[in-house]
């Protein structure tokens, strides 16, 4: 049945009860849907009885009753679990955005912790030398920019280098399984922000995505690559997050609800060029487009004459207490979704800098960002032409080729990987 997200006071009262499922009363009976850990638990760890086991996680590495998959394997008869990785954030979650993760010793079991987002985003011939399988469980949010499913391909290649088993958990995708937006990366622009050439939104599970990226040989040596993924049980294609049952652990500091992720593909990228407040720093996150020199009345009038399917736009005034703007009274709109389905996300703020830019044409971002911000802005769209093509008249119609390319084409080929209906 296909999944439509309403008005957004459905949407959050949806959330309201997941939140109250995670910090009370929640239980693996409640959840409609079954992760990896836990379909692997139910078959009495068959998969990894007598191996020699690393693990790649984080805080959201959970059962729905909000267990470790770190304590749940560390415990498992005949698991030995001899080392963790750690992505951004840390294994743990106590480490702050873009900090390197240094190697060190997990308090709670003892167990040696390698860095994959330090010296090193690969794991290393050395730190897998007493490792027979990998094994991979994060949450992610569905969306290529975000740097788990880089860790996740780069250690697939190391793994089919080494001749290591590597193993998905398989989780969610929040965003569904079914919206593809973007065009996929650039060969020449790959990055730990793109490393693969895949869509901005992909529309895929972890689990899903591994099996691409090896059967569509996207990582170097994947013919080689002995991958296993251990699927979900009761997740379909059309749901949102909610829809789960499952609670939700923040995958990052600034995707504190499922609802979080529906917005970061939304103004994530316009965020990268640092002109305006996407709400990092409010209690919106990935919500507003703000700033000291906009009418939030003006903008938000503006922006709902497009009429963009499924999206409305709402004045709002506030003052951030840390990062871009910090302190300042901004004035700007906070994005809602009202339908999820309909909703070209990705280009909400391309529409947005459009229209900004005829507001006010002193403040556009092409004239007001740094060449660094411009490097970075390339990099999480991965591609070289878009934002030149953009810049010349800041109007959307003009990217729309590019932003589209490839797209279909990714859609057709995905569907060979799909686990589930």
């Not at 860790?151 to 590597?166: D, I, P, R, V, Y």
């Not at 810049?391 to 995905?414: S, Y």
Request: proline residues 6%; aromatic residues 10%.
């Amino acid at each position: 049945m296909k999944h439509t997200v309403l008005y957004i006071f459905t949407f959050r009262l949806l959330l309201l009860t997941a939140f109250v499922c995670a910090s009370a009363s929640c239980n693996a009976s409640s959840a409609q849907v079954r992760t990896g850990i836990e379909t692997l638990r139910d078959s009495g760890f068959e998969a990894l009885r007598g191996k020699r086991v690393g693990l790649i996680t984080n805080p959201t590495g959970v059962d729905s009753n909000l267990r470790s998959t770190i304590d749940i394997l560390n415990e498992a008869p005949e698991v030995e679990l001899v080392a963790l990785f750690a992505p951004e954030h840390g294994v743990r979650g106590d480490i702050p955005a873009g900090q390197k993760v240094a190697p060190t010793t997990d308090a709670l079991t003892g167990i040696k912790v390698y860095s994959l987002y330090g010296a090193t985003r690969k794991p290393t011939a050395a730190m897998l030398k007493d490792v027979d399988v990998l094994v991979y469980d994060i949450q992610d949010n569905g969306c290529r920019s975000y740097t788990f499913i880089s860790t996740m391909g780069l250690a697939m290649e190391q793994c089919a280098a080494l001749g290591k088993e590597f193993m998905v958990l398989d989780r969610p995708n929040p965003l569904g399984g079914n919206k593809v937006e973007g065009a996929p990366v650039q060969p020449d622009m790959r990055s730990f922000v793109g490393q693969f050439s895949i869509p901005y939104l992909y529309g895929l599970t972890p689990g899903e995505l591994a099996q691409m990226l090896k059967g569509e040989r996207m990582i170097k040596n994947a013919d080689k690559l002995h991958l296993t993924v251990v699927p979900m049980e009761g997740w379909n294609r059309s749901m949102l997050y909610p829809s789960t049952g499952l609670p939700w652990v923040l995958p990052s500091p600034h995707i504190p609800s499922a609802e979080t992720a529906i917005y970061y593909p939304a103004t994530g990228i316009a965020g990268e060029l640092d002109y305006i407040s996407i709400g990092v720093g409010y209690t919106l996150p990935f919500r507003t487009f703000a700033a000291p020199w906009i009418n939030s009345h003006k903008l938000a009038e503006a922006l709902n004459a497009l009429n963009q399917p499924g999206v409305r736009f709402r004045p709002i005034n506030y003052r951030p207490y840390y990062g871009f703007a910090k302190g300042s009274d901004l004035g700007g709109v906070e994005v809602v979704v009202t339908d999820f389905d309909r909703a070209e996300l990705t280009l909400i703020q391309f529409y947005a800098m459009q229209e900004l830019a005829r507001l006010y044409p002193a403040h556009k971002a092409s004239a007001t960002a740094s060449a660094a911000r411009f490097g970075m802005f390339d990099k999480v769209t991965g591609n070289a032409t878009l934002r030149p093509a953009f810049f010349k008249r800041h109007k959307v119609a003009d990217i729309l080729p590019i932003w589209h390319n490839g797209v279909e084409e990714f859609k057709n080929t995905k569907q060979k990987y799909h686990l589930y209906k």
